[in-house]
């Protein structure tokens, strides 16, 4: 099935090994590209006739997916709008499409010398993405950072929420809205029970851009020390089971930092992160994981909560 509008388009998938951060993943049915929110209302019926579970996809930095042909109907953002800005007061509110590059967002703001996001330097993925994952690092957060989010489900239609008027539900690396998930694969075939988000809006601050760009780049220097990111991965596996718990020391602690299977480790550098070095498979990637688990509860008595996105059959 192929149907293009000016507003989304629909087409043969690539495989999730060449789009997803981790390259691993297998062949989706097919891909649904929306490059503006009028055309979201067409999604339901769209993912209908195609016969596959409809699967919400950014960058694809923090997803790990089964191997072989995947009964998923991608759904991905191609936007055509930048982001813009608008003063109120000592505010300055940033609205951007869920499909641009978080990168590109930090950029224009650190360009406009507006601080607020410096924080989040470094983080891969797009606007999308870093709401329903709640995205965070240096004491940053996404979530309260947002003023107001365009979301669409086939139960709400497109409408406008504020987040600080319950509407919206944020947590250490999670999110929900209207009490939906963000882009989870659904559970059956036909069903659209998924929350699509289209635009987010920053509060932010006049900050100047010498102080945004340098607070930027020092960041991204300490993340570079410390994490593998320009490695194949999906970034942290795990979530820290506390706030002076991190998950990398307990894997550390557990024998877990390097081990390797089947072209898949745990970083040298970070044990908290799953690098594919070239071959490996969602199969290894998954055992390593299971290993980790029971390693981690073993030795410490924690259970792991995956922080990662497993687009697979459990």
């Not at 690396?173 to 920053?202: H, K, T």
């Not at 745990?266 to 594919?276: D, E, K, R």
């Amino acid at each position: 099935m192929r149907h293009a509008t000016r507003s989304l388009r629909v087409g043969d998938a690539p495989p999730l090994s060449e789009i997803t951060g981790i390259r691993l993943g297998g062949k989706p049915v097919a891909e649904i590209v929306l490059h503006d929110k009028a055309g979201a209302d067409k999604l339901p019926g769209l993912v209908a006739g195609l016969g596959g579970l409809p699967a919400v996809i950014g960058k694809g930095s923090n997803i790990i997916a089964a191997d072989g042909d995947l009964p998923l109907v991608l759904i991905r953002q191609e936007p055509r709008d930048k982001v813009s800005f608008e003063r109120h007061g000592a505010e300055v509110w940033a609205k951007a499409p869920a499909g641009l590059p978080l990168s590109a967002l930090l950029n224009a703001a650190a360009a406009a010398g507006l601080g607020g996001l410096e924080g989040l330097a470094g983080i891969p993925g797009s606007v999308g993405g870093s709401v329903a994952m709640n995205a965070g690092s240096f004491g940053t957060e996404v979530g309260p950072l947002l003023r107001s989010l365009t979301v669409f489900s086939a139960r709400t239609g497109l409408r406008e929420i504020r987040p600080d008027a319950e509407q919206a539900e944020f947590s250490y690396r999670s999110a929900r809205c209207l009490g939906l998930p963000f882009g989870s694969p659904a559970p059956a075939a036909g069903e659209f029970p998924v929350l699509l988000l289209l635009e987010a809006v920053f509060v932010l601050s006049e900050s100047g851009k010498d102080r945004v760009r340098s607070r930027m780049r020092a960041f991204l220097a300490e993340k570079r020390l410390r994490q593998p990111v320009s490695a194949a991965s999906a970034g942290c596996v795990f979530k820290n089971p506390a706030p002076d718990v991190p998950a990398g020391r307990l894997l550390e602690e557990a024998g877990m930092k390097g081990k390797a299977l089947g072209g898949m480790r745990f970083s040298s550098l970070h044990a908290g992160f799953l690098v594919n070095e070239g071959g490996g498979s969602s199969a290894a990637a998954l055992e390593l994981i299971n290993t980790a688990v029971e390693a981690v509860r073993r030795h410490s008595g924690f259970t792991l909560e995956k922080e990662v996105c497993l687009w697979v059959r459990q």
